[in-house]
Each structure stands twice: as structure tokens, then as C-alpha cells.
């Protein structure tokens, strides 16, 4: 069995890496927020060559080894180059039936849903989790569209049984309303790289999400 399947189900903090953002590097942020605990890393990078980003993305299984699950945002061949876990997909790739037709049952795919008509489709189809976006206004992808809110959650987490990672806008104010309404996971992209201790506030949110997980 795949060591990530037990952890998949117990994710807190997920980090997505954005070179462009980041004070100190992709992979000084992904060794930070792995040695803080981080259980899921997704390798999203969309400035280098293909060589480039397999070259980093072999650096970065190696650091996550088995305490954290690897992802690649988008590239099934950087993710299979690299020996990555799975890869986490958009409604506009690759359809995921194909997807999965290419990595196999062993490998996880993320898919990113706007509302519950997308998350009951993801589930049915076989996604491993579903990414929900985007929570609240964000800069960072420019094309994301307006938050929803986080009480939108809620409608999803009662329709499906994979896990929701929820993203977009996220911060260290806001994180609490995003798990109270049913998120088990989330992305903090711009609140964690462009911080300039990302051990410290990746232990923060895992710390916060752990809480109300235990004290719902
Ligand atoms: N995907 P931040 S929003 C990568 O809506 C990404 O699908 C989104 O960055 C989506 O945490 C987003 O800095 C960026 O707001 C999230």
C-alpha cells in the first residue's frame, strides 16, 4: 500500500510552492514547512523549463521522502519524472479519467472545484480529494475570480466523502472559519512564502487547524 494513503486523510496544512512569491526559495520553503510538520506538499511553478522543474522536483520528493505526500500541479510527466505521489489538476487540464488512465490507481490526483456540482463529479470520477477555491479574494492567481465564502464549504462537505482542501485568500486572520465550516485541509500560499519564518507560521496553521479539528 502507498504510505500516502493513510495520511491523505490526515492533512492540516497543505503547502503549494510559488517561486515567484517566495523570500526564500522553493525549496528552503518546502524544507521548512515539511520539518514543521507539513503532511502534503503540491510543486506548483509556472516560470521554468520542463528540465528546470524536473530537476527541482526530484529535490523536493527527496525532501518530503515519506513524512509528506509530493504533488505537481498540473504536469503528469514533471510528477512522473520526478517519482511524485500524484498530481493535483484544474477543471481546464487534463480530464481526470484520463489522468488516472496514465498514473494509475496508485497514484493521487487533487482536482480543484468551484461549487458541489464539480465535487460530486470529482468524487464520482475518482478524484483522491478535491481542492474548493476560491474561498476569499486572492492576488496571487490572477485569474481566480471572487471568494465565495467560507460557509460555501459546507454545502460540499456534506455531499462527499474525499477530503476538501480549501484555497484562496486564506491567511492567519481567516483560517478559522475555513475549517469550522468542514475544510480539512487548506492552502496558505502567500500568508506562508512571502513570510519570512516559514517553519514558524507553518507550525501556526498546523497548530490552529489541529485545534478546532479537536474542539469542533
Ligand atoms: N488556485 P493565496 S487561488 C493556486 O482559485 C490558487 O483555484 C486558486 O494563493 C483557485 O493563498 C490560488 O496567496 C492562489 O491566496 C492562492
Not at 492540516?12 to 520539518?35: E, I, M, P, Q, W
Not at 467560507?150 to 466523502?161: F, G, L, M, S, Y
Not at 513570510?195 to 489541529?210: G, H, Q
Request: glycine share 8%; charged share 30%; net charge negative.
Amino acid at each position: 500500500m502507498p504510505f500516502w494513503k493513510s495520511l491523505l486523510n490526515d492533512i492540516d496544512f497543505y503547502l503549494v510552492t510559488d517561486s515567484g512569491l517566495s523570500r526564500k526559495g522553493t525549496l528552503s520553503d518546502v524544507k521548512c514547512a515539511v520539518s514543521a510538520g507539513c503532511k502534503i506538499v503540491q510543486y506548483r511553478e509556472k516560470d521554468k523549463t520542463t528540465k528546470e522543474m524536473i530537476e527541482e522536483a526530484i529535490l523536493i520528493r527527496k525532501i518530503c521522502g515519506d513524512n509528506a505526500i509530493f504533488l505537481v500541479n498540473d504536469r503528469i510527466d514533471v510528477a512522473l519524472a520526478a517519482g511524485a505521489d500524484g498530481v493535483h489538476i484544474g477543471q481546464d487540464d487534463m480530464p481526470i479519467d484520463l489522468a488516472r488512465n496514465i498514473l494509475g490507481e496508485n497514484k493521487i490526483i487533487g482536482l480543484t472545484v468551484h461549487n458541489t456540482d464539480e465535487a460530486i463529479e470529482a468524487e464520482r470520477k475518482g478524484a483522491d480529494y478535491v481542492g474548493f477555491s476560491p474561498v476569499f479574494d486572492t492576488t496571487t492567481k490572477k485569474d481566480a475570480g471572487r471568494g465565495v465564502g467560507p460557509d460555501r464549504i459546507q454545502a460540499v462537505k456534506t455531499i462527499i466523502d474525499i477530503p476538501i482542501v480549501a484555497i484562496g485568500g486564506i491567511n492567519k486572520d481567516n483560517c478559522v472559519s475555513v475549517v469550522e465550516n468542514g475544510a480539512d485541509s487548506l492552502v496558505a500560499i502567500s500568508a506562508i512564502v512571502c513570510s519570512d519564518d516559514v517553519r514558524r507560521e507553518t507550525e501556526y496553521f498546523i497548530a490552529t487547524i489541529r485545534k478546532i479539528k479537536q474542539n469542533p
